[in-house]
């Protein structure tokens, strides 16, 4: 019995082992070429074949042909970028016909950035929310009307009531956009002062 289990074994080692050794030879074209796609995705420099050929390990004429089936690869399946010789090496970069979108897309991220004054005011009104607008001016010693106004259409600030002095001035906290722009689960996961300072 226990003969026959063990002739089994290796009955089944003798089968699978080559099968296995096959495949991982068969595969390498395909593995060098899953590793440029994986390089060229990660940076936004050409990379020269003669450094693929050192990242990769692989001789230049597999690593150049490697580049050349992944083109075509792009090509036959309709892919929205494409492999381009540039300044000596390679980049994968988007294709022409979708550079107008992308610009509609780079406008919008330019739009989304805040300036270090709009940084600044937003800092004040989530920490001390809710806040008046002549609490703030007094604390950035400037007048803050148009920053508030810039906040509000960005969708970081909004009107969260009136106070209850003489005039019932408006009161001005943070909003759900807010805590999604800066990856906050809730105003509880805002760095502490100690921790700002230190």
């Known amino acids: ?12 080692h003798e089968i699978t082992l080559p ?22 995705f990660a940076t936004d420099q050409p990379i020269t074949a ?11 004429d597999k690593v150049l042909e490697a580049i050349e089936c992944l083109r075509k690869d792009y090509d036959d399946t309709g892919r929205a970028f494409q492999i381009e010789e540039i300044a000596g090496g390679f980049l994968l970069l988007s294709r022409q016909e979708y550079h107008r979108w992308i610009a509609r897309l780079e406008k919008k991220t330019q739009e989304s950035k805040l300036s270090p004054a709009a940084m600044e005011t937003l800092s ?13 001016e007094a604390i950035r010693g400037v007048e803050s009307s148009q920053m508030l106004r810039s906040l509000m259409e960005k969708g970081l600030v909004k009107v969260v009531g009136k106070d209850e002095t003489l005039g019932r001035p408006l009161l001005y906290g943070t909003t759900k956009k807010f805590l999604e722009y800066f990856g906050l689960r809730s105003l509880r996961d805002l760095p502490r002062t100690q921790e700002l300072s230190s």
């Open 124 to 136: 004040i009104i989530a920490y001390k929310q809710p806040i008046l607008r002549s609490t703030i």
């Open 1 to 12: 019995m226990i003969e026959d289990l063990q002739s089994q074994e290796e009955q089944t």
């Open 50 to 60: 003669q450094r693929l050929v050192e990242i990769v390990g692989a001789e230049k």
């Open 19 to 40: 099968v296995e050794e096959k495949a991982r030879g068969g595969d390498e074209p395909r593995e060098i070429r899953t590793v440029i796609e994986a390089l060229l």
